[in-house]
């Protein structure tokens, strides 16, 4: 496999990621906004939250891994 295929795969990759963290945290202002009791609200919120780290973590994790050589 080349370089720029790989490369191309891994950047699908950490983009696929940050889209499938903006869907969750989409997801959880759904619930937030909508919740009518208050765990449904927390639960909306701890989605929102996790997913943001999701966002910021996951891919910066993949592209050190992937820079360092640990496939």
Do not use: C, N, Q, Y
């Amino acid at each position: 496999m080349s370089g720029d295929t790989r490369a191309r795969r891994h950047w699908f990759i950490i983009m696929g990621v940050r889209l499938i963290g903006v869907a969750g945290a989409l997801f959880g202002v759904v619930l937030a906004s909508r919740g009518v009791v208050w765990p449904h609200k927390a639960l909306g919120v701890a989605i929102i939250l996790s997913a943001l780290a999701m966002i910021a973590i996951v891919p910066a994790g993949l592209a050190h891994r992937w820079r360092s050589g640990g496939e």
